[in-house]
């Protein structure tokens, strides 16, 4: 229980998300194996869900993506300013969004009301190009899309302004609310009779989608010609429902951690961190992780979530705080430097960020996502 740094302390950061584009590369790749021979479009919106959009791009790409999807047109930018030239789709639009900048740039708007389908027409009108757009159909979910009584308008206007060639609708989609096997089958009727009535107004679309990683998986009849493939490609399950990654075939992206600042022993009955909600009940020591919500760390964890220290699983003790927590290890050796993996794998003894997710009452996607700019990127593996 000493406060000498470990030796190779200078050698690893502060605090890093490490992030395996190989892992990235290959959990494309056991997706797209398993929902063939439908595509898929990997999402990277929100900075790919935390990892880092423009290198997990790439990653996913080299796994066999023939699609992008981001949520708003400023991350369809970057990743064409990165010289990804794949095929992309925004789909989430501020009111005044410059549609012009899509067109030019050759990114897919998705079009959720006839006012925005207009706007992306006359955008397309004043580049004298073609707008490559793909409605959407609110058919559950209660988000964006056209609602149902407006959808025979919508696709009436569509086919006239593709006949006009300002437009192009190169895809028809939606998005499972995820509810229960009747809903999902309901939903999917829903877009059924959407595609249908496209098809009757004369729109042939080149692409119909609607599944996410979870849909993909568990209901082959969403598959169409394509799916969504997102949380899954961070190797963090869909579901909420104690499947694993491993069992999906699947391995964590992302491993949070960082190294030991302090080390102190503490007597019996001393109060631990804000409020003392924690106080030893015998002769222990903490570990000082320099990590905290400021980083994205739950405040919610505390005193529920573990990390991986010297060998073994240690409990988070009293409150996260803004920059740090306290670990205990009890009489176990401990030195400053050592390393602390709050998730990572679990083939590795460390929890996941599915662990994280319960110990917050929340969800895997939120731990991964909130991770802050303070924490910097590693990139291992990929080309």
């Not at 229960?180 to 877009?191: G, H, T, V, Y």
């Not at 080390?263 to 409020?275: E, K, N, Q």
């Not at 998730?343 to 994280?356: H, L, Q, R, V, Y």
Request: aromatic residues 6%; proline residues 6%.
């Amino acid at each position: 229980m000493s406060e000498t740094p470990s030796t190779d302390a200078a050698s690893r950061p502060f605090r890093e998300a490490v992030i395996d584009l190989d892992a990235v590369r290959e959990n494309v790749a056991a997706l797209i194996a398993q929902v063939a021979p439908a595509r898929a479009m990997v999402v990277v919106k929100a900075d790919a869900y935390g990892h880092g959009a423009v290198p997990v791009a790439r990653a996913a790409l080299a796994g066999g993506a023939s699609w992008l999807g981001v949520a708003d047109l400023d991350e369809a930018i970057a990743l064409r300013d990165a010289r990804i030239d794949a095929p992309i789709l925004a789909w989430l639009h501020d009111p005044d969004a410059d549609f012009a900048r899509a067109v030019r740039r050759n990114v897919d708007v998705g079009v959720s009301s006839i006012p925005q389908l207009r706007a992306v027409a006359e955008a397309a009108a004043s580049v004298g190009e073609r707008a490559e757009v793909h409605l959407k159909i609110d058919t559950g979910l209660s988000r964006n899309g056209v609602a149902p009584d407006e959808w025979q308008e919508a696709v009436r206007a569509a086919a006239e302004l593709e006949a006009q060639g300002r437009v192009r609708v190169r895809g028809v989609f939606s998005h499972l609310a995820n509810t229960s096997p009747d809903e999902d089958a309901a939903q999917l009727a829903a877009f059924d009779a959407a595609l249908a009535a496209a098809s009757d107004a004369g729109l042939a679309p080149e692409v119909r989608h609607v599944a996410s990683t979870a849909g993909a998986l568990r209901r082959p009849e969403s598959r169409y010609d394509l799916v969504r493939l997102g949380i899954g490609c961070y190797g963090v399950p869909p579901f909420g429902d104690g499947t694993t990654a491993a069992e999906l075939g699947l391995r964590p992206a992302m491993t949070l951690r960082g190294r030991v600042a302090a080390v102190r022993r503490i007597a019996p009955g001393t109060g631990v961190s804000y409020g003392h909600v924690w106080r030893a009940d015998r002769p222990t020591t903490l570990a000082l992780v320099p990590l905290g919500y400021a980083d994205g760390v739950p405040r919610q964890a505390s005193g529920r979530a573990e990390v991986w220290l010297a060998g073994a699983r240690r409990p988070i003790v009293g409150r996260i705080a803004m920059d740090q927590f306290l670990v205990e290890v009890g009489d176990d050796a401990v030195v400053v430097g050592d390393e602390v993996v709050l998730f990572g794998d679990p083939a590795t003894g460390a929890p996941s960020a599915d662990e994280w997710g319960d110990a917050a009452d929340t969800i895997g996607y939120e731990i991964v996502t909130r991770i802050g700019p303070r924490v910097p990127r590693t990139y291992v593996g990929g080309a």
